[in-house]
Each structure stands twice: as C-alpha cells, then as structure tokens.
C-alpha cells in the first residue's frame, strides 16, 4: 500500500497562532507532495507543489509567505500557517507521489481541519 | 480555467443501479487519468485509474471507460451501494518529465438510497 499520515486531524486554535501540519509517507519515498485546501462542498484547490530539499513551488494567489512549506526529507512535509485568521479557516490535505516509477496516483492524507476563533 | 470538466455535480441512484459520472479534458499532454472517493472529514482514496492506451479497465463493480479522441472518461458504478455515497472526483495529470499536477475535477456528490 501506499500510506499518507497526516497530522494533526484537527486544530482549533486563536486568531494570530500559528499552526503546523505534518504530512508523512509511511511506506515509500516521497520526491513530491502536494498540498491543497478544500472548502465545502467543493473541489481540492492546489496550494504549492513541495519537493524535497528545494523550495515550493506556490500557486498563483497563495501567499509564501504566510503559508510556509518545507519538505526536509523523503518522507515530511509540513504547511506551516502563520498568524492565522478565521479567513485561514478551511479543510487542508497533503498528498504524495511515490519516487521513481512514472504516471503514479498521489496519495491523500486524511486531511486536517483548521478552525481559527 | 477548469482543465478538466466533470458531470453531473451530484447523482441519486437506487441501491443496485449504475452510477455513471463523466469528465472532459482539452489537453492532449494529459496521459494519466485516475478517479478518487472522498468521505466527508477523510481525505481522497484512489479508486480507479487508466491511462489513455487502453479503452476501458474494470476493478470489481468499478470501470473507467476512456474516449480518446473525444477526450472523455467516464467512471461506471455498478450494482451501486448506500456505502457508496460519497463526493467522487476525476483528475488527469500530464506525461511523466511534463508535470507532476494533478488537474482534478469539480467533484459530483453521489447518494445511493436503499
């Protein structure tokens, strides 16, 4: 199998915090992960593309600053959130696509819901 | 731009019926099409996926049927179950050394009623 952790599943917490997410591979190298937001109802909007020991790859509109992504090894990546506000409020979900072999799926964390009073 | 076009956004069907969702793509470079299953609160599983040299592949009650040169996929549920219900969505991905994003669809809600 293909196994995508993600960490915490959800977090409440005061606008102005900053908050981490953990995505981890548990079961096979990650050269990319992915990161997306979800909003009811609605489809994965893709955030940055992160691979590993290099800089994020932001799509257009999402702040780099604010949404701070470092992919350390093969296996982690985190979003940092930073000096959240209630507008931060959403469903964020990592993927990771395996190294090597081409035309692989991405495999999904189990999201983590972020809600900022 | 939406890069991939997916229908009907919801779909009610009695238990034992076919589910039938549809996708769209423009993008000739696409070469890789898979279709994931979200639960509310969960993150997207892998369901099914094809890739454009094969009209058609079949898992269990689950087939991709692929239209090249319409460039369309459609995604058949067969003999549909309550446990079924959930948002589907259809994604599409360049050739390998082109991309690695996935362009996925805009999802359809599917309720399957006992």
């Known amino acids: 199998g293909a196994v995508v952790s993600q960490h915490p599943s959800r977090v409440i917490c005061k606008s102005g915090t900053s908050v981490k997410i953990e995505c981890r591979s548990l079961?096979?190298?990650?050269?990319?992960m992915f990161w997306y937001r979800q909003f009811p109802k609605q489809s994965l909007m893709l955030m940055a593309t992160s691979n590993e020991g290099s800089k994020a790859t932001y799509e257009q509109g999402v702040e780099k600053d604010k949404f701070l992504i470092n992919h350390a090894s093969l296996t982690l990546s985190t979003l940092t959130v930073t000096s959240a506000h209630p507008e931060d409020s959403s469903f964020y979900i990592c993927s990771a696509k395996k190294q090597g072999a081409p035309n692989q799926p991405q495999h999904f964390g189990d999201g983590t819901r972020l809600s900022i009073l | 731009q939406q890069q991939v076009k997916q229908s009907p956004q919801s779909l009610i069907v009695q238990k034992g019926g076919i589910s039938i969702i549809n996708c769209a793509y423009e993008n000739t470079a696409f070469d890789y099409f898979p279709w994931y299953q979200q639960f509310p609160g969960k993150g997207p599983a892998l369901l099914i996926a094809?890739?454009?040299?094969?009209s058609e592949k079949k898992e269990g009650r689950f087939t991709i049927s692929f239209n090249k040169s319409a460039k369309q996929f459609s995604l058949h549920i067969m003999d549909s179950q309550p446990g079924d219900s959930a948002t589907y969505f259809c994604a599409a991905s360049p050739a390998p050394g082109t991309g690695n994003q996935f362009y996925f669809g805009t999802g359809t809600s599917l309720t399957v009623i006992p």
């Open positions: 094809i890739r454009p040299d094969v």
């Open positions: 079961d096979f190298q990650a050269t990319t």
